[in-house]
């Protein structure tokens, strides 16, 4: 089956630094790839839509500066939480459908835990 | 806009018992439903889906789901569980026309007990 990859599954990251997550799809093109926020005990929040060769798109009070996405060929999106703060401390998913059609499920990435220091 | 909510956060049961977890959903246009559930530290795995047909669906690991129209439901339900069924569940939607966007519930937490 569509296989999401998603690295690293873990990094612990200082105040103030950068920190990049990728997401790949391992045997399958995705021209849209969506990226999550889950806090403890929560549900997934959809922080942007990484679209091939052009600019994400971003939900309503997710900041464009601070999260930034790049989705420069099908089967690569890479998010990259700027300055981290330890309040941006989460659990950040990934996920991808393999075609466009409205029946193609998601397949997620096993997701990357950030800890900010 | 749509909305997903999972009236109960946590549901204990035994190994062996049946199980249903509740679901409703909230949407002005025609949706697509989903169940997924997340084992610890890990992404979201499909368990079914509803996209149009036959109201009941049945998925992975011997979970099904019934979606009613007129109750905007779709309640999991497994007739015997496992202790590998432990995990959080989320129900899900999407809007047919922006099928792109899901909307994620805030989970139940099935826990087995043995």
């Known amino acids: 089956g569509a296989v999401v990859s998603q690295h690293p599954s873990r990094v612990i990251c200082k105040s103030g630094t950068s920190v990049k997550i990728e997401c790949r799809s391992l045997?399958?093109?995705?021209?849209?790839m969506f990226w999550y926020r889950q806090f403890p005990k929560q549900s997934l929040m959809l922080m942007a839509t990484?679209?091939?060769?052009?600019?994400?798109?971003?939900e309503q009070g997710v900041e464009k500066d601070k999260f930034l996405i790049n989705h420069a060929s099908l089967t690569l999106s890479t998010l990259t939480v700027t300055s981290a703060h330890p309040e941006d401390s989460s659990f950040y998913i990934c996920?991808?459908?393999?075609?466009?059609?409205?029946?193609?499920?998601?397949?997620f990435g096993n997701g990357t835990r950030l800890t900010v220091t | 806009a749509q909305s997903v909510t999972q009236l109960d956060s946590q549901v204990p049961v035994f190994e062996e018992a049946p199980v249903e977890l509740r679901c409703n959903y909230s949407?002005?246009?025609?949706?697509?439903l989903f169940w997924y559930v997340q084992y610890p530290n890990q992404g979201l795995q499909l368990l079914l889906k509803y996209l149009s047909g036959s109201t009941l669906v049945k998925g992975i690991n011997g979970f099904e789901a019934e979606f009613n129209k007129s109750q905007t439901s779709f309640h999991l339900r497994k007739p015997s569980v496992h202790i590998s069924d432990t995990a959080e569940y989320f129900c899900a939607v999407s809007e047919k026309t922006s099928y792109d966007k899901v909307i994620f519930g805030p989970g139940t937490s099935l826990s087995v007990i043995p």
């Open positions: 045997d399958f093109q995705a021209t849209t």
């Open positions: 990484s679209n091939e060769g052009s600019k994400a798109t971003y």
């Open positions: 996920s991808a459908r393999t075609s466009l059609s409205y029946n193609s499920p998601l397949h």
């Open positions: 949407s002005s246009v025609s949706v697509y």
